[in-house]
């Protein structure tokens, strides 16, 4: 069985203590930090450079699985593995050469990762699962925190798994988007093994008593069958 990770999104975090919050989520229990790069074309919003996650990266030992949203990540991957990231994770939609793009990263010493939009198929993933560390299923639309889980896309998860399996690969399996301890477990039993979750994590409060339930959530699930 593949360990459960937990990957909190520091797009929820309070941007005026961001030191303090990379430190609140390792000391929490997280596994990753997750961080999300928006270049306001690729997605209608905009968030974090390279600058951000080489200063998160002083707080924290925490892997930074960084996720790509923009038009042209060939342009900055470079940035990023230099800025400390562990992860670089890249969508199919975007205007690049996928598989150069994931060349390119293993390249530069990071894990790499290939990113499907709600409604891209499976199948425009297929292509670069061999040269991949993971599949990240978006379960909503990216560009924004605090939206529902799309639960159709659990079946993206499912069909990963499966071909993971048929085809002897080993990458893991991601869902980033309205995620926390309710649906931990459909997401879990779905295939997903990397949990990415911003507000459900970054809320006032206990953030490692929700990092622990969310696990347990999880774990539970997938050993129950
Ligand atoms: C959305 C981002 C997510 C976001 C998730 O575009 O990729 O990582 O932070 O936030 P929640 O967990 O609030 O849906
Ligand atoms: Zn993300």
């Not at 975090?13 to 790069?37: C, F, N, Q, T």
């Not at 400390?84 to 205007?95: K, P």
């Not at 889980?149 to 069909?159: M, N």
Request: proline share 5%; hydrophobic share 45%.
């Amino acid at each position: 069985m593949r360990p459960i990770l937990i990957a909190p999104s520091l797009l929820a975090a309070d941007p005026a203590s961001l030191g303090e919050e990379v430190r609140r989520a390792g000391g929490a229990g997280a596994d990753w930090l997750h961080v999300d790069i928006m270049d306001g074309h690729f997605v209608p919003n905009l968030s974090f450079g390279p600058a951000i996650v080489a200063a998160a990266k002083r707080h924290t030992h925490l892997p930074l699985d960084v996720h790509l949203m923009l038009s042209h990540p060939d342009r900055y991957i470079e940035a990023f593995a230099r800025a400390g990231a562990a992860l670089i994770s890249v969508h199919v939609e975007a205007d690049h050469d996928v598989a150069d793009t994931l060349r390119r990263i293993k390249r530069l010493g990071c894990r790499r990762g290939v990113v499907l939009n709600p409604d891209t198929p499976f199948e425009a993933a297929e292509p670069f699962l061999e040269d991949a560390e993971l599949v990240l299923a978006m379960t909503v639309y990216p560009g924004f925190g605090g939206q529902p889980l799309i639960s159709g896309v659990l079946e993206k998860c499912a069909r990963a798994r499966s071909h993971r399996s048929a085809r002897g690969l080993d990458f893991d399996i991601e869902v980033d988007g309205g995620v926390g301890v309710e649906n931990a477990a459909d997401c879990a039993r779905a295939g997903a093994n990397v949990l990415v979750a911003g507000t459900s994590l970054f809320a006032e409060g206990d953030m490692a008593e929700r990092v622990r339930r969310m696990r347990a959530m999880a774990e539970a699930a997938v050993s129950s069958g």
